[in-house]
C-alpha cells in the first residue's frame, strides 16, 4: 500500500501540500496508527462490493410501491422503513454475514502490508494461523486454531442471520 509509505506515499505528499506537514509519518509503522490505517485500507477495498449489492437491490424494488405509499400519505422515512428495509432484509443479511466472514478470515491485506505488526497491533486470527503453520512449524496448533476459527465463523454467521430475520420479521 505505498499511499501510506512514510517518505513516497501520496497521503504524506498530500499532507505536505495542504500544511500538514508535521502530521507526516510511517502510518502503517506505527503502532498508534497502523490498525486504524489497516482497517481503512481493508474498509475501502469492500466498499465498492457492498454498493454493488445494496444498489441492486434497492433497484430491484417496484416503483409502484413507493407510488402507492405516497398515495396513501406515507411521509420519506415511513417509505424507507416500511417499505425499503424490509424488501432490502435478504440483501443486508447476505452483506452482514459477508462482512463477518471477511473480517474474520481477512490475511493477504495484513500479510502484505504489515505481517501482523507493527508489535502485535494488526495481529488477525488469519495471520496468527499462517505464522504458526508455515513461519513456526507449529501444524497441530495451527490446525486447532483453524478449528476454532471455522467455528467462530460459523455462530457468527448463524447469529447473524437469526438477528436479521428476527429484525425482518417485526416488518
Request: proline share 3%; glycine share 10%; net charge negative.
Amino acid at each position: 500500500m505505498t499511499i501510506f509509505d512514510p517518505e513516497f506515499g501520496m497521503f504524506n505528499k498530500i499532507l505536505d501540500l495542504s500544511g500538514l506537514g508535521f502530521l507526516k509519518h510511517a502510518w502503517l509503522g506505527d503502532m498508534h496508527t497502523a490498525l486504524g490505517t489497516l482497517l481503512f485500507i481493508l474498509i475501502w477495498s469492500g466498499f465498492g462490493w457492498g454498493l454493488l449489492f445494496y444498489y441492486a437491490g434497492i433497484k430491484g424494488i417496484p416503483e409502484d410501491l413507493y407510488e402507492a405509499a405516497n398515495l396513501d400519505g406515507a411521509s420519506g422515512l415511513m417509505l424507507h422503513l416500511k417499505i425499503t428495509v424490509p424488501l432490502l432484509s435478504p440483501v443486508i443479511a447476505v452483506q452482514v454475514t459477508l462482512a463477518i466472514v471477511t473480517a474474520l478470515k481477512q490475511m493477504e491485506t495484513v500479510f502484505l502490508t504489515t505481517n501482523g505488526g507493527p508489535g502485535d497491533s494488526t495481529q488477525f486470527l488469519a495471520v496468527y494461523l499462517y505464522n504458526k503453520a508455515f513461519s513456526a512449524s507449529q501444524y497441530g496448533y495451527a490446525n486447532a486454531i483453524s478449528i476454532l476459527f471455522i467455528l467462530i465463523c460459523l455462530i457468527a454467521t448463524y447469529l447473524s442471520n437469526k438477528l436479521i430475520r428476527s429484525d425482518a420479521a417485526e416488518y
